[in-house]
């Protein structure tokens, strides 16, 4: 069962004359934890990676039509977003998307977008998460139980880590699957709001995936974290188009301290 709830999205979108692998979407929250019975604001953001994907900046908006935009509660009933969102720009290629997600049941929260559209002959497949725990007063530290999971896309980041005790200093994990099986050998990027990676292959920031398509980062501090993959395929060819290119997006707002420390405290 579908249901329209309020959540604030914001969709930004880079110009249409950068080829499209420059194009990341994403789905950004302020806040990881938030008390059940109030709202949070997210956003999801169409971006222009100026450095090769190696940098966290927008641009333009995104035109909806082509998108999917949904929640799936901690029950697994799954909301459809996209007939609230709000036009909060003046002009075609300006401002973003808005919509108000309230939580009614505590637990984890999944917010999931996909985008398959054309852009001029490539064909661009795109899916982007992030998540939210609403929390409780009664809960304790050891039941904030809650992960992600593989659905199955064309190209997907599942997150590893159990979303709770993610913090800085703590390993990241995270596996690269191509239509739910592990994808090896592919550059993954964890870029930091306010970081601009080193041009090329930056070891700071980015990791190769291994056999079983996991990757691993640590974060040095709390910040908002843009894990971002892509996997062009030239032999992918159809109507209009002549290669297929694939991106997965993660963002994280990465706490200083866990949820379950937090609440421990």
């Avoid at 927008?58 to 459809?80: N, Q």
């Amino acid at each position: 069962m579908f249901r329209t709830r309020a959540l604030t999205v914001a969709l930004i979108v880079v110009g249409s004359a950068i080829y499209a692998r420059a194009h990341d979407t994403w789905l950004e929250v302020g806040s990881f934890t938030v008390p059940v019975g109030e709202y949070t604001y997210v956003s999801l953001m169409l971006v222009n990676h100026g450095n090769d994907h190696r940098d966290f900046k927008l641009a333009s908006k995104i035109t909806v039509a082509p998108c999917t935009l949904s929640v799936i509660d901690p029950s697994g009933e799954s909301a459809d977003l996209k007939p609230s969102l709000i036009d909060m720009g003046y002009g075609e290629q300006e401002g973003f998307w808005t919509a108000k997600y309230v939580f009614d049941k505590p637990g984890l929260h999944h917010f999931i977008h996909t985008l398959d559209t054309r852009h001029r002959t490539t064909r661009a497949i795109k899916s982007a998460k992030t998540f939210v725990w609403a929390t409780q007063s009664s809960e304790q530290p050891g039941k904030l139980a809650g992960e992600d999971k593989c659905h199955g896309f064309g190209l997907e980041l599942v997150l590893k880590t159990p979303p709770s005790t993610i913090e800085a200093g703590e390993p990241i994990r995270c596996q690269l699957t191509r239509y739910g099986k592990p994808l090896s050998g592919v550059t993954v990027s964890f870029v930091p709001r306010g970081v601009t990676l080193d041009p090329e292959f930056d070891p700071d920031y980015q990791r190769v995936t291994d056999a079983d398509g996991t990757v691993q980062f640590v974060p040095q501090e709390g910040n908002m974290l843009l894990i971002v993959a892509h996997f062009p395929v030239e032999e992918e060819k159809g109507d209009g188009y002549d290669r297929t290119h694939y991106s997965a997006v993660i963002v994280l707002p990465v706490p200083n301290r866990s949820v379950a420390d937090r609440r421990h405290r």
